[in-house]
């Protein structure tokens, strides 16, 4: 993808890309579209990547105001004190609420739930999408009542 055919006017790596959709509500696999050995050897580096080199957060910088306040479940925020995958919470949550029960079961079997939330603010202060994270733990919480 191109810097002007990007939806955030500036392009990712190819890495960053794979992640980010990996990352979406139900996405399972990402096959990318392969011309030849190149992209086949580029496409592979995916699966060495660093941490660091998947985190896709500089999105942050360049989404729209209207994408701020909307969790996209990249995790820039951790580590949580309290232990909780914050990405992953949103995640179940956001597929909860659209009627998928067995993002509502992964939720329940989650070993540390919104309600182990102890507000502390620190994924507040780390998330580069402006979301209310300490207030989102509170609905989710209420929502699936633990
Ligand atoms: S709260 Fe922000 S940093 Fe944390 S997972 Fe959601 S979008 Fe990413
Ligand atoms: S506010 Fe809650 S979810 Fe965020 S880092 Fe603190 S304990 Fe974790």
Same mark, same amino acid.
């Given at each position: 993808m191109q810097d002007n055919t990007s939806p955030f006017g500036k392009k990712l790596t190819r890495i960053q890309y794979i992640q980010y959709a990996l990352d979406k509500p139900g996405v399972l696999t990402v096959l990318p579209g392969i011309r030849g050995k190149h992209d086949l050897i580029d496409i592979l580096k995916y699966t060495t990547a660093t941490p660091e080199e998947k985190d896709y957060s500089i999105i942050g910088n360049f989404t729209p105001v209207d994408a701020e306040g909307k969790c996209v479940y990249c995790n820039h925020c951790e580590p949580c004190p309290a232990g909780l995958d914050i990405g992953l919470i949103n995640k179940y949550y956001d597929l909860a609420v659209l009627g998928d029960n067995l993002a509502k079961d992964h939720y329940m079997n989650?070993? #540390? #739930?919104?309600?182990?939330?102890?507000?502390?603010g620190h994924c507040n202060s780390r998330c580069p999408f402006k979301v209310d994270q300490v207030d989102r733990m509170k609905m989710i919480r209420d929502y699936f009542g633990e």
């Amino acid at each position: 993808m191109q810097d002007n055919t990007s939806p955030f006017g500036k392009k990712l790596t190819r890495i960053q890309y794979i992640q980010y959709a990996l990352d979406k509500p139900g996405v399972l696999t990402v096959l990318p579209g392969i011309r030849g050995k190149h992209d086949l050897i580029d496409i592979l580096k995916y699966t060495t990547a660093t941490p660091e080199e998947k985190d896709y957060s500089i999105i942050g910088n360049f989404t729209p105001v209207d994408a701020e306040g909307k969790c996209v479940y990249c995790n820039h925020c951790e580590p949580c004190p309290a232990g909780l995958d914050i990405g992953l919470i949103n995640k179940y949550y956001d597929l909860a609420v659209l009627g998928d029960n067995l993002a509502k079961d992964h939720y329940m079997n989650l070993e #540390k #739930k919104a309600g182990d939330c102890i507000a502390c603010g620190h994924c507040n202060s780390r998330c580069p999408f402006k979301v209310d994270q300490v207030d989102r733990m509170k609905m989710i919480r209420d929502y699936f009542g633990e």
